[in-house]
């Protein structure tokens, strides 16, 4: 059974900067695609960054050069490093892990991010 955990999430001003982490427990961690995703109030849920198990990444337009999402195999671990936040940033941040083999798809329960002044 996989389980994803967030931190990192919290109130910031804008142009301020926050790093997210995700821990996976479970086997496996190397063949899966990993993910953040992201829900605003009233809106829906939207991928925000996925990085495979070889390293390639890929970005919503929104977040491209502000957000860097990077993952360390040897910690079960992937990071969402976002800088110059802006307040349509704010959302609940979710992990996501996929393994495009067996289309298994986990989630974590979301750590929120507020960028207000």
């Known amino acids: 059974q996989v389980q994803l955990v967030e931190s990192g999430g919290g109130l910031v001003q804008p142009g301020g900067s926050l790093r997210l982490s995700c821990v996976f427990s479970?086997?496996?961690?190397?063949?899966?695609?990993m993910g953040w995703y992201r829900q605003a109030p009233g809106k829906q849920r939207e991928m925000v960054a996925i990085?495979?198990?070889?390293?390639?990444?890929n970005y919503t337009d929104s977040v491209k050069g502000r957000f860097t999402i990077s993952r360390v195999n040897a910690m079960n671990t992937v990071y969402l490093q976002m800088n110059s936040l802006k307040p349509e940033d704010t959302a609940v941040y979710y992990c996501?892990?996929?393994?495009?083999?067996?289309?298994?798809?986990?989630w974590g329960k979301g750590t929120l991010v507020t960028v207000s002044s």
């Open positions: 996501n892990a996929y393994r495009v083999a067996y289309a298994m798809d986990y």
């Open positions: 479970g086997s496996s961690y190397g063949f899966y695609r």
């Open positions: 990085i495979t198990n070889s390293g390639t990444t």
